[in-house]
């Protein structure tokens, strides 16, 4: 029978011509090479060498199996190649559900630099609320979420690795009646799908008419740089769109509650450097925080007009 170490014998003996050469290349002894040899041949029902004193010359037969021999030897290394490959990170597949304000904030820098050492890895990235992202990390279906997850308790099921904490901040356009005294509480607020810790809760500065709830943060930065729509979310995320969309920061609170992203999947999950480097690579972004970024700051009534004058 034909195996991966009957092959080896085989190719050992074409290579270095005697059969005690391919046996001390093979570390193994001279007549257990000459038993084995012996069985490839009676399973193949032929000889695959002729014997010219103590050399070995290949038969028909032999050069005819030589070519097949060596394929299954090659497949083998490459397969031992490839696992390496998936135990360092280098290759493999990994799936990354991401929310909306880390998919805005984090998420082009952290995936540049995970490429950068991890370029064999086919990443799939896919959006989404951060209860259904946890949801499908607890079934299998993503290798990896990052999204904000409020301060709830987590499942004891999955591994949650929090990152900075950030409180909700708010922004407007330029010219925006809260900028000359309106109240807070006669404008819409545009925002992402909060954790249901901070849906629960109003804002500070109460009730607010029926707004935009969209999950990109693109989209809810235009919409707020077009109408009187107030832009709330993770102060980061906040101050970066208005770097990039000309929007003012109001320096008044948000909510009490921060929000807290976290890195997340299962405990139950095979060990994954892949998934361990983009991980690190989320938490040394997260850290460095977006530095660059100082927008202007504006102060906004809170209370109603009536109450203000």
């Given at each position: 029978?034909?195996?991966?170490?009957?092959?080896?014998?085989f190719a050992a003996c074409a290579d270095h011509g005697t059969l005690?050469?391919?046996?001390t290349a093979l570390n193994v002894s001279q007549p257990a090479a000459s038993k084995t040899l012996g069985q490839i041949?009676?399973?193949?029902g032929g000889a695959l060498?002729?014997?010219?004193?103590?050399?070995?010359?290949l038969t028909r037969l032999g050069e005819a199996m030589l070519p097949r021999a060596r394929s299954l030897l090659q497949q083998a290394a490459d397969l031992e190649a490839e696992a390496r490959r998936w135990r360092r990170g280098?290759?493999?597949?990994?799936?990354l559900g991401t929310g909306p304000a880390i998919a805005y904030q984090l998420l082009p820098e952290t995936v540049g630099?995970?490429?950068?050492?991890?370029?064999?890895?086919r990443l799939t990235v896919r959006a989404g609320a951060a209860a259904e992202l946890i949801e499908l990390v607890a079934r299998g279906q993503i290798d990896l979420a990052a999204a904000h997850v409020g301060n709830v308790a987590p499942d004891p099921g999955l591994v949650v690795r929090r990152l900075p904490a950030q409180r909700m901040?708010?922004?407007?356009?330029?010219?925006h009646p809260v900028l000359s005294g309106g109240a807070l509480t006669d404008y819409p607020v545009a925002g992402a799908t909060l954790p249901e810790a901070l849906r629960r809760e109003p804002l500070a500065w109460g009730a607010v008419p029926a707004g935009v709830v969209c999950d990109d943060y693109t989209l809810l930065a235009r919409a707020a740089l077009v109408t009187d729509h107030?832009?709330?979310g993770p102060e980061p995320v906040v101050r970066h769109a208005s770097v990039v969309h000309g929007l003012i920061v109001l320096d008044v609170p948000v909510s009490d509650r921060p929000v807290e992203p976290a890195l997340i999947y299962r405990k139950s999950a095979p060990r994954s450097a892949a998934r361990d480097a983009l991980c690190a690579c989320f938490e040394a972004v997260a850290r460095e925080g977006d530095q660059h970024n100082s927008p202007t700051r504006f102060s906004a009534a809170v209370m109603p007009d009536s109450e203000n004058s």
């Open positions: 029978m034909l195996n991966l170490r009957t092959a080896r014998l005690t050469a391919a046996a041949e009676a399973a193949l060498f002729e014997r010219a004193g103590r050399k070995l010359v280098e290759a493999g597949a990994l799936t630099r995970f490429l950068q050492s991890h370029s064999g890895v901040a708010a922004a407007v356009r330029s010219g107030i832009l709330i």
